[in-house]
């Protein structure tokens, strides 16, 4: 993974490599929004967008909901201002779900970590289910094993950017999925 750029280094978002395009994210959403609608008929969801990067995925999925649903977040933290995982998660939340059908919204799965921390946690309110949405899953080896239902796009192992995604927290409102390495 490319060391190349450090927090402070002004990098032109601009003339970085478009991974997907504000439109393949558009039809890939509306997608999700029919599969989980359908899957979840007569159901009431209850979803769990993990904060920061997931705001702007959610806020677009559940505008494709069909479904009563009800929508809540909690905070997850890894990467502090880096390119590569701390190893250690840190979970703020204050939710009760027991007894609700949930769905975790993330915006990216790279080694698994924090899903396998959020899952933990979650798992111990006794929801009726819970099941993983995230936009991105990054192909690396070593992925630790959590079962993410709905993927967006299965990308390559690069540092990527915008639509909620930051780097030390910049880049979050670039309306499409850009390489930084
Ligand atoms: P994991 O715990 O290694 O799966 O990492 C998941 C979290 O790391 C995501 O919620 C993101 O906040 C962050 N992350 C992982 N890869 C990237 C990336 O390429 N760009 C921005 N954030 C990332």
């Known amino acids: 993974m490319s060391s190349a750029s450090s927090p402070e280094e002004i990098i032109n978002i601009n003339s970085q490599e ?10 890939r959403v509306e997608e999700l929004g029919r599969q989980i609608s359908a899957d979840y008929q007569g159901r009431e969801l209850h979803l769990v967008g993990v904060l920061n990067g997931a705001f702007i995925f959610l806020a677009d999925l559940v505008r494709q909901l069909s479904i009563p649903c009800q929508i809540c977040f909690l905070q997850a933290s890894s990467y502090k201002d880096k390119k590569v995982s701390s190893g250690e998660v840190t979970l703020m939340h204050n939710l009760d779900l027991s007894g ?26 006794k929801p009726t289910s819970i099941e993983i949405c995230a936009l991105l899953s990054k192909n690396i080896p070593d992925k ?31 309306p499409h999925i850009a390489c930084l390495d």
């Open 18 to 27: 478009v991974l997907i395009s504000r439109g393949q994210i558009n039809q």
């Open 100 to 125: 609700k059908d949930v769905m975790v919204v993330e915006d990216i799965v790279d080694t698994g970590l924090t899903l396998k921390y959020i899952l933990e946690d979650l798992q111990q309110q």
């Open 144 to 174: 630790i094993p959590v079962e993410v239902k709905y993927v967006g796009f299965e990308i390559e192992d690069r540092f990527v950017v915008g639509y909620g995604l930051d780097y030390a927290e910049k880049y979050r409102e670039v």
